[in-house]
């Protein structure tokens, strides 16, 4: 049987579809999964973790107060996001040679299913909970404390467990969690069950305001998000980061506008001025920071423009 040419190319042309089909077809499935959730890096002489305990959906044209919805839409869409911002839950582990200290747990099973990855991308860095000597507190919410516990069993066995006494003294108060309004109650319930075992065992010891902790760590009372909201300074060969925890949580919208506060404040006055304040010492000191919600490993720079900040992160680097 003879063909005409374009009969042939067409035949060609299909028989050459379906082999990439085939091929297709037997390729191998999508992983869809990712890659253990760790950065490491060195400051001076000391050795910073960044540890990501998963992501959480926030909402921040409902959540974000101090401005408005339309306001908001605007600076999420000037920061390609979405209404729903998938936000980083981020501890780090510090080694100083001397003592390993991780700063923030997770929320470990507080939050569901996309949270709770700390400890596991812990022993992906190459630790061990057992190893942990002392974990620093920034706040008693469920996203920072969770990770404690597992099971009412505490997590890091041999750790201390330090935060501000402000804190201890309104999330671990009965009186507090009983006369909480019924939305309010899972926060005081959370942080109870995640610090009350280690303040069982005698292993919570609390701190008031500004403290050196271990030497190149120290402990500065930014109050405002909580009653006893600490943020952590480490220092070593002339270099400083600063680990802010919850100074501020949308990034899009709260570097350009600082003075944009969350519901989740407990006051939300004293919360902006020290957002502003440690946005403006930051800039003009040129020091590396760090917090719980930006996106991972949320280790960067700072720089003033205007009357807001640009979010410089880190660029990625191999250990020397």
Not at 84 to 107: E, I, M, W
């Amino acid at each position: 049987m003879t063909f005409t040419p374009w009969i042939r190319n067409g035949i060609a042309a299909l028989v050459g579809s379906l082999v990439l089909a085939a091929a297709a077809q037997a390729g191998a499935p999508q992983v869809k999964t990712q890659a253990p959730g760790f950065y490491r890096m060195m400051l001076g002489d000391i050795e910073i973790t960044a540890l990501n305990d998963g992501t959480l959906d926030l909402q921040p044209k409902q959540l974000l107060t101090n401005t408005t919805p339309q306001e908001v839409g605007k600076l999420l869409g000037k920061g390609f996001e979405k209404d729903v911002v998938q936000t980083s839950v981020d501890g780090y582990l510090v080694n100083t040679g001397s003592k390993l200290v991780l700063v923030d747990t997770g929320a470990g099973s507080l939050f569901g299913p996309t949270l709770g990855s700390l400890v596991a991308n812990l022993k992906a860095a190459g630790y061990q909970p057992e190893q942990v000597d002392e974990i620093y507190i920034t706040h008693m919410h469920g996203d920072h404390v969770g990770g404690l516990v597992a099971d009412g069993k505490l997590v890091f066995p041999n750790a201390i467990v330090r935060a501000d006494q402000h804190d201890a003294d309104f999330w671990l108060s009965k009186e507090n969690l009983d006369k909480a309004p019924e939305k309010m109650k899972g926060f005081f319930q959370g942080a109870q069950a995640s610090l009350n075992p280690y303040v069982a065992a005698g292993k919570f010891k609390p701190f008031d305001g500004e403290v050196e902790l271990v030497p190149g760590v120290r402990a500065i009372a930014a109050r405002g998000h909580t009653p006893g909201h600490s943020i952590y300074a480490v220092e070593s060969k002339g270099s400083k980061l600063v680990l802010w925890g919850d100074l501020m949580h949308v990034a899009a919208v709260q570097f350009p506008q600082p003075q944009v506060t969350i519901a989740f404040d407990t006051d939300s006055k004293s919360a902006a001025i020290q957002r502003k304040k440690a946005y403006a010492e930051a800039a003009k000191e040129g020091y590396l920071v760090a917090a719980a919600h930006l996106p991972f490993p949320g280790i960067g720079h700072i720089r003033a423009e205007g009357r807001g900040y640009v979010w410089i992160p880190v660029d990625y680097q191999q250990i020397r």
